[in-house]
């Protein structure tokens, strides 16, 4: 694997088979270390700065505790209204300003290709926590390290795919580790908010199947797992097609039952009534744990771009 020391995270294409497999085993290495410990030594006096010009609980809290437990600092920018991106700053300036301070910066901004920009400016690593409807990379490998710690094994995977397919950035940068493991893929969304047909042909190209479906049903029963998401209603410019296509997929305890084979539930969360919570005591829902996950991944890859793994 080429060394991600100094590299920036940005896209769920940059990795190869051969680099998941070792940020999942580091994930797994930090999971251990640190059981019966508070926190660890290894980024002792390096400094993440979160940048979130997006509202966030996950990627920011996980990324900030993955720095703590790790025994570095943290510098944090939580939303535009409180920066001076609310004066007009440019997300370069707000870059090469916050290199000026930290070690490495984690960056989540309503703009595709903002990240990139910010990577362009900044002297340090710059990791991408969401640009857009673009891409999620972290939350594409802690989604892989947790399909990894719920099955045993990334082969022979079959997975059904959820929701707002077109606005998922979770989803467009998961399809690409995915891809790596040769995963066949339903994709289960209203019409409105089917998977980008760029994305859909790249995979197609890469020979991976898929079928496209409205019916999470006839999915889900084909699957191994599913990847719900939430109709992401800030990413419409017209709320009447929002009204349109919400609560139209909906996993509640009837579903279950009807269901014909154990699943694996995942959800990168948060989510809104696409889950309804009698689920979450279903032994494969595994949406909290996939949370737990997001910081030894994080701790993972903040340990590798700092050059310490
Ligand atoms: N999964 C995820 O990105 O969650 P947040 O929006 O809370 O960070």
Redesign the pocket.
Known sequence: MASLKGKDILHGNQFSKKDIDVIIKTASNFEKELKGKDSLTLLRGKILATLFFE??????LSFETAMQRLGGGVVSMASAESSSAAKGETVADTAKTVSQYADVMVI?HPRIGSAKEAADAASIPVIN??DGAGQ?PT?ALLDIYTIYKERGSLKNLTVSMVGDLKNGR?VHALVELLSLFEARLYFVSPDLLRMPEEITSHLKGKGIEIVETEDMMEAANASDLIYMTRIQKERFTDLSEYERVKGQYIINEDFLKRLKKKVIILH???RVDEIAPGVDSYPGAAYFRQVRNGVFIRMALLAMVLGKR
């Open positions: 509202p966030s609980t996950r990627t920011r989540r926590a969401g999620h939350q979770t990168p969360l948060p």
